[in-house]
């Protein structure tokens, strides 16, 4: 049998894989808008080996939070974006020291392109000095996209934003906040909404979403 009517027959057996979920992440790139490009194509950091189960893929999500959720899993380092249907978006991020992190529900107050950075003074203080407002760019520790978490109408000082650092997906360090791959963290941002419903669970209160083989594009 031809090498193209073996791959057209078995792709054809896919759906009646039973255990099998054939689970096809979103392009990495598609949501990049012109500027996007512009910036990215010379950032001025090393684009880093992300470990493949930190990579975007969609999987079967169990869970009963309802469809346009993010739910932040801080133990296992992913984030969620739950899709109808039993499916959510399962990105790498790196989270904050335990000490540092924020955990419940909140909600997206603000979203925000490439985002200047106005450095908190408990950051000025531990980790600066720093300028009093950092410009959006490739070098800003924000990266291309903020989501920004509110609690009512007050403003958690959390966000989940790009980074310039991607070397640390999958780690825990010292800030606070979701750093996210910058393609990522554009893709998210184009699918979430205003006022959409955050969960960040705490430490030791894994999500436990377990992802059959998948794969990722």
Sequence with gaps: MPRVS?????????????CMQATLSPSTDASMTPRDRQLLAHAPYA??????QYLRHVVDYPRKEQPGTILV???ARYLYYVLPDGKAIRYGVAVGEEAM??????RVGRMAEWPDWVPTAEIQA???????RVPGGPA???????????VGNKDTLY?????????????AISSGCIRMRNEDVIDLFDRVKLNA???????GQSAQVEAGPSWRG
Excluded: C, K, M, W
């Design 6 to 18: 073996i791959a057209v027959f078995l792709a054809a057996l896919l759906p009646l894989g039973g």
């Design 47 to 52: 684009q880093a080996n992300v470990p493949e």
């Design 73 to 75: 899993d801080t133990d």
């Design 101 to 106: 992190a924020f955990s419940g529900v909140a």
């Design 126 to 132: 531990r980790l600066g000095p720093y300028p009093a």
């Design 140 to 150: 800003n520790p924000l990266g291309a996209r903020g989501i920004y978490l509110y």
């Design 159 to 171: 966000r989940i934003h790009g980074t310039n650092q991607p070397e640390y997906i999958g780690q």
């Design 197 to 203: 419903t955050v969960v960040v669970l705490p430490p």
